[in-house]
């Protein structure tokens, strides 16, 4: 597995990741937000920065190498030096990094600049999370708004004997006609009979008819509410308050929205065996009292089919002599396995190093190199194992 597959897994469950020499990267945490010009709620996610001064080695990637790709420390972090000196060269060729889910790399000016991948959702609380388009109702009933402000409307005044009648209609063309027999048309929004009487009144045979159309009521609409109305009550009824998700039946009693069915009542069952509880056990010292003394793993009886290995004793290695009389250790590396950090200390005690385990500190044990009474005394030592090709920091217990 690449370095970027190893960064990105724990980008996912930390929020800073130093690759040693060469900088770390750092996740924050972003809320959903909403994009009002495209319309689109954008989910949670984690916003990807580098920072290149930081290059400590904390440990945490090297370590993942060692979980991950089964290697030791001092292997781990020549992968990583490896990694760092090849992405270096291609910077300086003007090359650009691919980091797959994480982004990529290149230098501009001297400086290295990183852009987040947006394709990848690097926060677990948001898998699955994505993007949501809505309507946006207030930008679309000001353009209809606007668009109700241009339709123009048309009044016509009438004269009918002593009364005045204002009606407003779409805008009426009239054909050319001398200057003389130019005069106000009159519109009737009535029936032909009317019209009739409307001329006879007036004496004015310029009457422009405009027949009201009566439309048939359309039942349709109405017919397809009623059918889907009684489908739309029973198709939320049946699932959620009858017996149908269980027994796949369904009976004509459960169309009557008003039965009450009978509530299920849970009744305890009497056991119909009895346990005899008066057997006499061994203790594990009679259990074990006549095993050789080369005997490591003893099969501990559970039942009549199944037992259980048991270790007698636990086997300690000692890691070396490691004083902590002095309030500074070189710390020499963190590992989340005992294990590894009992091997690393037999490495550096092999080396001539009085290296031990310091402490278990949020899930890490921390390898000291060695204790030192000065701070001093710490740097010169830390400079000491740094060139002979180890790294490593200065811890104040």
Not at 197 to 210: C, F, N, R, W
Not at 292 to 316: C, F, M, Q, W
Not at 359 to 381: I, M, P, Q
Request: charged letters at 25%.
């Amino acid at each position: 597995m690449q370095l970027e597959h190893h960064i990105a897994n724990l980008l996912k469950h930390h929020n800073c990741v130093i690759v040693p020499e060469f900088g770390g990267f750092i996740a924050n945490y972003e809320s959903a937000w909403i994009n009002r010009s495209r319309a689109v709620i954008y989910p949670p996610y984690k916003q990807i920065l580098f920072n290149g001064s930081l290059t400590q080695n904390d440990g945490l990637l090297a370590n993942e190498l060692v979980l991950k790709s089964a290697v030791s420390y001092t292997a781990a972090l020549d992968r990583i030096a490896a990694q760092v000196k090849e992405w270096r060269k291609q910077l300086d060729e003007g090359q650009r990094i691919e980091l797959d889910e994480i982004g990529f790399l290149f230098l501009q000016n001297n400086q290295v600049i990183f852009e987040q991948n947006r394709e990848v959702n690097l926060l677990l609380q948001a898998y699955g999370l994505k993007q949501v388009a809505f309507i946006n109702f207030a930008a679309k009933s000001n353009m209809q708004a606007v668009k109700a402000e241009r339709i123009p409307t048309v009044t016509t005044v009438t004269e009918k004997t002593a009364e005045k009648e204002i009606v407003q209609t779409p805008e009426v063309v009239v054909a050319d006609t001398p200057e003389k027999e130019k005069e106000t048309p009159v519109i009737a929004l009535n029936t032909a009979e009317e019209i009739e009487t409307l001329t006879a009144e007036s004496g004015d045979p310029k009457v422009i008819p405009i027949y009201r159309e009566k439309k048939p009521r359309n039942y349709k609409y109405a017919l397809a509410a009623a059918a889907v109305l009684p489908i739309m009550f029973y198709a939320y009824w049946i699932p959620m308050k009858t017996d149908f998700l269980n027994t796949g039946k369904i009976q004509m009693s459960d169309f009557n929205p008003f039965r009450q069915q009978a509530t299920d009542v849970y009744e305890k069952r009497q056991p119909v065996f009895n346990m005899d509880l008066t057997n006499d056990w061994e203790s594990w010292e009679q259990l074990t009292a006549a095993l050789p003394d080369h005997v490591a793993v003893y099969n501990l009886e559970l039942t009549d089919e199944i037992y259980i290995p048991v270790r007698l004793k636990e086997d300690t290695e000692n890691t070396g002599a490691f004083n902590q009389a002095g309030s500074f250790h070189l710390i020499a590396g963190c590992f989340s396995v005992e294990s590894n950090a009992n091997n690393f200390v037999k490495q550096l005690t092999e080396k001539g190093y009085a290296a031990g385990i310091v402490d278990h500190k949020n899930g890490l044990y921390r390898v000291s190199a060695g204790s030192f009474a000065a701070e001093t005394e710490a740097e010169s030592a830390l400079d000491k194992f740094k060139n002979e090709g180890f790294s490593g920091w200065i811890l104040k217990h």
